[in-house]
């Protein structure tokens, strides 16, 4: 099973990690992304694709999500410098 929607995913810590397996076990296409490089290898070898920063992740993406520690981190990635409204 396939779906055409493009889902990105930001954060893969214990939470993220499976939600985003989970994305990719029902057939759509995953662009992530971690600051911590082992967390990409595990879902790029179930088909995600890595992407370098969250703007990358935004580029290939219809729809982003997030697991994200705190609110800062939150506005960071969204609004800051690289962030996905770039």
């Known amino acids: 099973m396939t779906n055409a929607t493009r889902l990105g995913f930001i954060g893969l810590g214990s939470m993220g990690s499976a939600m ?3 994305l990719l076990d029902a057939g759509y296409a995953v662009a992530v ?3 911590n490089p082992a967390a990409l290898q595990p879902l790029a ?3 995600a694709v890595v992407a370098n920063d969250v703007a990358a992740v935004a580029s290939e993406a219809d729809i982003i999500l997030g697991s994200l520690p705190t609110p800062d981190v939150v506005r960071e990635v969204a609004i800051g410098p690289g962030g996905i409204i770039k």
Do not use: E, I, K, V
């Open 20 to 22: 985003a397996t989970r």
């Open 33 to 35: 992304f971690d600051t």
């Open 45 to 47: 070898s179930n088909g």
